[in-house]
């Protein structure tokens, strides 16, 4: 499932298409079809762009980025979810920069 899916979902679901437009812009979404999504989630706090200052919505999301959103919208910090503790898949190193949002996701499964 494509980022760019996923931000439109989001930002429908939640029924703010007339959220005001975001201080940050991607240098790869401007005059996109889904840049005022993409806009919404950014201002919300729920996904972030990369240092380069893309978004790369045509991308496919990764498991970790998912679970990053997934503890954003649950409203818990990223930096307090549970860090240093072997995730549940073997190919999830503990020191892995998104190990605790996917520890904090399997919680709630």
Same mark, same amino acid.
């Given at each position: 499932? *494509?980022?760019?899916?996923?931000?439109?979902?989001?930002?429908?679901?939640?029924?703010?298409?007339?959220?005001?437009?975001?201080?940050? %812009?991607?240098?790869?979404?401007? @005059?996109?079809?889904?840049?005022?999504?993409? @806009?919404?989630? @950014?201002?919300?706090?729920?996904? $972030? *762009?990369?240092?380069? *200052?893309?978004?790369?919505?045509? %991308?496919?999301?990764?498991?970790? $980025?998912?679970?990053?959103?997934?503890?954003?919208?649950? *409203?818990?910090?990223?930096?307090?979810?549970?860090?240093?503790?072997?995730?549940?898949?073997?190919?999830?190193? !503990?020191?892995?920069?998104? !190990?605790?949002?996917?520890?904090?996701?399997?919680?709630?499964?």
């Amino acid at each position: 499932m *494509g980022k760019k899916l996923i931000v439109t979902l989001m930002a429908t679901c939640m029924l703010i298409a007339s959220f005001p437009a975001a201080a940050v %812009e991607f240098t790869d979404t401007i @005059s996109t079809e889904y840049e005022k999504a993409i @806009s919404i989630v @950014s201002d919300l706090g729920f996904m $972030e *762009g990369y240092p380069d *200052g893309t978004f790369q919505a045509e %991308e496919p999301i990764t498991r970790a $980025e998912f679970a990053e959103v997934v503890i954003r919208m649950l *409203g818990m910090d990223t930096d307090d979810a549970i860090m240093g503790v072997q995730p549940y898949f073997y190919d999830v190193p !503990s020191t892995h920069w998104a !190990s605790g949002c996917i520890n904090a996701c399997l919680l709630y499964t």
